[in-house]
């Protein structure tokens, strides 16, 4: 069969990547063919167009680049018709995809949805949308299935591809001994200040100020090469704190506590039990937007999933560096408090534990093209 991919970030990529493996472990003869990264690449799919052509984040991004982006949608919809697939899957990255899934469907392409548009957080009648538009859902968060049922579609919750990533990892042995030795016996706080330009902006100005302030601790900048290393600067010349590049799940799995900025990463540091501090601040228009319309008592993933506060979330004026400073100690030493957040994280990890995400969305693809299901 012939699959066109769609993903429009990083961590799109990595779970497209590992999607396009186990449909090609099924399928033998597919053909793929979309946008991505290397890692759908690497996994045999044709590239069209990389992800750091399409990565623009907040209100403020997209509207500068409404051009280029109504480029490349335009570029989408003639290489889908070219191509004429059996299905166009959709990895998250909701603003370009919906419009592809809508252009799709009225062409008469079958299409599936891989991790859901976060239309839960706001804007909700967008599933309206979805359902219209797409085929099969399939959901990697557990609560987004009640939430579809409200909407009268029953979607597939498949089980979460972050979990599936810890999973497979390996720690490396001697990664350790790279900080150790600086580190003094100190205790370890990782930093992730994100993987956008506008991320790092916001966010490590405050990392850097806390870390000067809290010398008795050793701090890992968990740093990402696509992105220019001036953008570290706030952090030069802090003697007890230490880059690392591309090596976040190694320096998560042996972190004793962290300050995260608001995502993905929150989640991947609640299932290497690392108990967090979680930050984040827009820019104040997308702020004023975003407090009218979010639907949702939280930001983080790790409570999203448990549907109550298991780590404090410091947002906008809020993000200040007495707040985040005086939790990290809070996290950091050991005590009822921090073993509170650690079994919170547990019961997390059981709510995702239903098996390989990829393996099985690939096998219900596979079922639904076939009419199994």
Known sequence: MKYYLIAGERSGDLHGGNLIKSLRARDTQAVMRGFGGDFMQAAGMQLT?????????????????????AKRLAQCK?????????????????????????????????????????????????????????????????????????????????????????KSFTPNAAFRQTITPNANQKKIIALLPGSRKVELARMLPLMAEVARRNPQYYYVVAAVKNLPVELYRPLQNIPHVQLVYEQTYDLLSCADAAIVTSGTATLETGLFRVPQAVIYRAAAIEYAIGIRFIKVKFISLVNLVANREVIKEFLQHAMTVENVENELKRLAEPGAYREAVLHGYQQVYNLLDVGSASENTAQRMIDYLHGHR
């Open 49 to 69: 167009v990389h992800y750091q052509h399409l990565a623009f984040m907040g209100v403020v991004a997209v509207l500068a680049n409404l051009r280029t982006i």
């Open 78 to 166: 003639k290489d889908i018709i070219d191509f004429q697939p059996d299905v166009v899957i959709l990895i998250d990255y909701a603003g370009f995809n919906l419009r592809i899934a809508r252009f799709a469907k009225q062409n008469s392409f079958r299409v599936y949805y891989y991790i859901s548009p976060k239309v839960w957080a706001w804007n909700t009648q967008r599933a309206w949308k979805l359902k219209a538009n797409v085929d099969r859902m399939f959901c990697i968060l557990p609560f987004e299935k009640d939430f579809f049922k409200t909407f009268n579609w029953d979607v597939d919750y498949v089980g979460n591809p972050v979990l599936d990533a810890i």
